[in-house]
């Protein structure tokens, strides 16, 4: 369980990284945190002929422009747990940081990283897709914006291409009236989830007036919930009917099924995780109401 | 006569081997070094059952650095067998490399050698083998089919051995019976997983024609011994160190081929070499564990009285036969121990040992027993529920309470505390059971309490291998005390260190026996060289036996130095006693003489021994255990919180009532029993070794094969009854493995309790929880 | 082969190696450190631990080349041949170890926990304690003498620097 040979390359900027990936192409890969990258080395599931040590790039930025909370992507998972916006702004993220793995690999995994490994049951896709996040990507070629929506094909599959590199994620700063919550069921606390689900929701007047849900632990890739975003539309927050939202949500899914969980579990598991998060954060948005 | 005086046995003595594994100087196998050294790596079986048709080794002789390759038939006719000496049993051969065939995933095929590991591991896949898959004999159901193909050649089916045992009359207790109750009870397949891996270096000196092999075993003798029938070498000149060993659980408590090949590479290239196993190979190819399914028919009376049982034991051991302890181990095993704590005189049981492609099973921390208590345990609740009982009141009805017991395979019990541990259990989870009852009503969140009583036989005799018929043939614990003319002692124990906390009990034996401080003792083991022969650490015989034999070796001692101080203070040699350093006069403590200064004259100053006394100070003592060896006793308890919904299962609380006898060092035995317990709770709740339908390995990484965190394991209360066994010299019972037996009972019975229904296997985890719960779920 | 200098418990040497070479191995190989252990090589049983510029990191998911120019340090350093760290006294004290394979990675993980809560002036509850060590798996002890060493360690190090208060 050791590598195969690579070269190892130091990116001494950004324009060098992109450089260094443009001319290797396929055989490339920008080293994050390498807390997925190479334990696949290690087993020789992954074996790629260069390595572009991005860590050095100045892309552990969290900086709040406008109405976009810019990710820089080398930002170490433990960090928005300390960070005040995520905490008071993106109380959903937050949630869900505390389910990343362990206290170690929280303190070396980059966002960038998490993002283009795709894991299907990691949280910070997932939570990228329940903002509605920009993924920033670019290459020896510039720029390109890519919807979260739009990024995730499937498991460890995404919309980047060779030589194209994360750089950031742009969250929206959800509006003043908006709460969410992310819910979680591994087997142990730092497993990857079994299933989890993120919800957020803007209210006006004691009411809800939109929702975004994400669920991983379904597909191979992290989806929306539109059947249960479409179910709260319009409900009171004291009386979402979260209980039907999730339902509504579990009756039009077809979960995989592996070792860890049957199907049925998983869909059961969606609609309950579903129900809690909603009922999570609508209890967050009255207690806001409140102060 | 010292009895008044403090003691070291029993105290809390802190660690002496801490300090090398705290500050990082400790010595594991991959920290031999050795000059010119060979590193091997495996190019192990992809396919689960396949013939092979041609191993190509080409490629290497392009690489730009020298390797060398073997493969079986390089190797053909060295193996490791473990027959089990009944003419029932079918017999395995594993070869060191596969030969014409391969027969689990991870099995190796060739071995390359380089001289760098990461060098090796390249090489390794040029390695190209071109098989013809065969079809897969992959559950136990299809090694009990007939129609399905052999795994070996010469076979008659899959079977590797089916026997039976048998006492009193069962029939009788059939027809007495007012309810028979049967239930079919299945544990996982597991793996034992010492934190560090396999590993063995060999080095060969022509010269000399010592063969010297370091390996990470919990049986370095036995090793030896092996390696020497099996190569056809004296067992003068091999000699095998077991250096600082990173967990063993019974894993390390087998031969394995590795450790035969590795140095036969040794003589056969006449270089060192190193192979130290990665953990993808270990999680696959090191040995399995459990993998049970018992049926169990109970006859019990109308007040409740458990009258008979009927076991019927299959056991899925994988492809091969491991040594010592053999095919027919865990299925033995489980067969022998089901009758349990519990007096009934009519029981039959038959068992199993079926051959399937998967990585041998070998002995693992409990061995059978937490199967066999799992069923067992369960049973009784079934049969608690079924007739309105409190699962304490059916069992204080039946426990043993007069002891010696013949059990109704004729075993004899030493005296325990099996209704004093229940009577206690009950009273601290009073107010959990009280709240167990309450939550009843939720169809959100449920708790359950459950218990689990089991003995555990352990410092087994020779009379209980000859029995078995296997080739661990002995069970006798060797120890040497010597002492040194500045009056320091050294104990030499053929046990193997592994966590046991060896170095520091057997110096606390010695230390009492010989009146010197345990500072003073130096405790050698895990080497052949300067250990006497003996069968190593397993078996919960550490204690009990290896502290006997250091005892009773320290006595010889003792006797000698009393009577060199009678002789030097004029006094008659019983009224010596030996304490704090000096050998005194019984009540009169003016009266001495230095213990060192005894040592001085009986190995320098020799001309003032008494007359006719031989110099020296040295004795040696073999200790093996009494026919039946000794019955440890526990009771574990349970509580758990489940949330419905999820199937997330919290476990709240967890306890032990144990009594292991005489207690050592409080310490060590708490160490030992949470340690197991969380095993256990492993067992019960995460750990699972699957296969899919070709037999291929899918946990075979920490990323699916998943044991307890920290954050998944509450504080576990341990609670002690002491019941000295007049059985062993210092009145302790083993204790390494009880810890890890109980749990899952507890565990599934505190599932079933919290449920309202029948727990019938594990591992309970969410899926399998969330599905038990499905009717509570639904009923809403 | 590439050429880095690191800086390995207070000692600066340039070396040259391969860039394949896990930090683990280097260490092990190149500087003797024994008590650097590997026990999966892929992040989850946190033996190989030590600290990069004073952070707990994996060795095993770390490339040598990617340290050229940081201090390291391994167990080795931390209260020397008798383990003389509070914190190593307390696992002694609490039976924190069993066949210790795993312990050298529970110290450098644990050490700078320990401080953070001397500094903060409080003792975790155990919950945070068994957080702050789930990424490292110990098959001996049940953790249970770990938490208590912990504990200790945060206690006795709180009272060696001046007696700040502490709840229970
Ligand atoms: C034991 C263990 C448990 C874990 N548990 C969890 C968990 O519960 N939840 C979870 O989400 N994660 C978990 N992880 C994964 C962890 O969060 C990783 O840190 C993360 O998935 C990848 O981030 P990284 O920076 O380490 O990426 P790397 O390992 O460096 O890279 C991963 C992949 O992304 C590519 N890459 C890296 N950075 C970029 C970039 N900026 N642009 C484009 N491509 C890039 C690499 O080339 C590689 O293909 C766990 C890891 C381990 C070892």
Known sequence: ?291 | MQADRPRHVGARVQRVEDTRLLSGTARYIDDIRLPNMLHLSFVRAQYAHAKILEIDTDGLADLAYPTIVFTGKDTAGIAVTAHQDFPEMQFSEQPVLAEDKVRFVGEPVAAVLADDPYDAEDAAELVFIDYDPLTVVGTMAQARDPEMPAIFDNWKGNIFIERQMKGGDLDAAKAEAAHVIRRTFYNQRQTGVPMECRGVVAEYDQASRVLTVWTSTQIPHLVRTYICEELGLPESRVRVVAPDVGGGFGVKGQVFVEEVLVPWLAMKTGRPVKWIEDRREHMMASIHARDHEHTLEAYVSAEGRLLGLKADISVDVGAYSTYPFTAAGDPGMAAKVMPGPYDFQAYEATFRALATNKCPLGTYRGVARPSAVFSLERLMDEIAAELGMDPFEIRLKNVIRDFPYKNVLGFTYDPGSYAESLEKARDLLAADIAEAARSKASSDTRIGVGCALFIEQGAHGTPDFTRRRVPIETGYIAARVEMEPDGEVIVDVGLQNHGQGHETVMAQVAADVLGVDPSNVYVRQGDTLTTPYSVGTWGSRGGPLGGGAVHEASKILAEKLRAIAGHLLQTDKEKIVLYGGKAQVDGAEDRFIEIRKLCRIALRNVDQLPEGMIPGLEAAYSLDGSADGTYANALHAAVVEIDIKTGKMKLRRFLAVEDCGTILNPLIVDGQVRGGIVQGIGSAMLEHFIYDEECQPLSTSFADYLMPLATEIPNIEVHHIETPTPRTPLGAKGLGEGGAIGPAAAIANAVADALGISVLKTPLNGNEIWRLATAIREGE | MQEIELEVNGVRRRLSVEPRRLLADVLRQEFGLSGVHIGCAQGACGCCTVHIEGVPRLSCLTFAVQCDGASIRTVESIGGVRAEHLLQEAFRSEHGLQCGYCTPGYIMTLVPFVSRMVEEARMPEDEEIREAMSGNICRCTGYHGIVAAVRKAIGDQMAASGGANHAG
């Open chain 1, 1 to 291: 369980m050791r590598p195969t040979p690579f070269e190892y390359h130091r990116a001494e900027s950004l324009d060098h990284a992109l450089a260094l990936l443009a001319e290797f192409g396929e055989e490339g890969r920008p080293l994050g945190g390498g807390q997925s990258l190479v334990p696949m080395m290690n087993l020789r599931l992954a074996r790629p002929a260069h390595l572009v040590d991005i860590n050095g790039l100045p892309l552990d930025f969290i900086e709040v422009e406008g109405d976009v909370l810019r990710v820089g992507a080398l930002v170490r998972h433990e960090r928005y747990l300390k960070e005040k916006v995520i905490g008071e702004r993106f109380a959903a993220f937050h949630d869900a940081v505390q389910w990343i793995g362990h206290p170690t690999i929280r303190s070396r995994g980059t966002i960038g990283g998490s993002i283009a490994h795709a894991d299907p049951s990691a949280e910070l896709p997932a939570v990228a897709m329940l903002y509605g996040a920009t993924i920033i990507a670019r290459s020896a070629n510039g720029e390109r914006r890519i919807a979260a929506d739009d990024f995730f094909l499937g498991a460890y599959m995404t919309a980047l291409e060779a030589g194209e590199m994360v750089v950031a994620v742009e969250f929206p700063l959800p509006p003043a009236h908006s709460a969410g919550a992310f819910m979680e069921i591994s087997e142990r606390r730092s497993d990857f989830a079994t299933v989890s689900v993120g919800a957020q929701i803007t209210f006006s007047g004691g009411s809800i007036t939109g929702a975004r849900i994400v669920a991983t632990g379904v597909e191979l890739q992290p989806i929306r919930a539109i059947p249960a975003e479409e179910a709260l539309s319009g409900k009171p927050l004291s009386a979402c009917e979260a209980r039907a939202a999730g339902r509504a949500f579990a009756e039009g899914i077809d979960p995989i099924s592996d070792n860890v969980a049957s199907s049925e579990y998983r869909r059961s598991l969606a609609a309950e995780l579903t129900s809690r998060a909603v009922e999570k954060a609508c209890q967050r948005a009255l207690e806001a109401g409140q102060e």
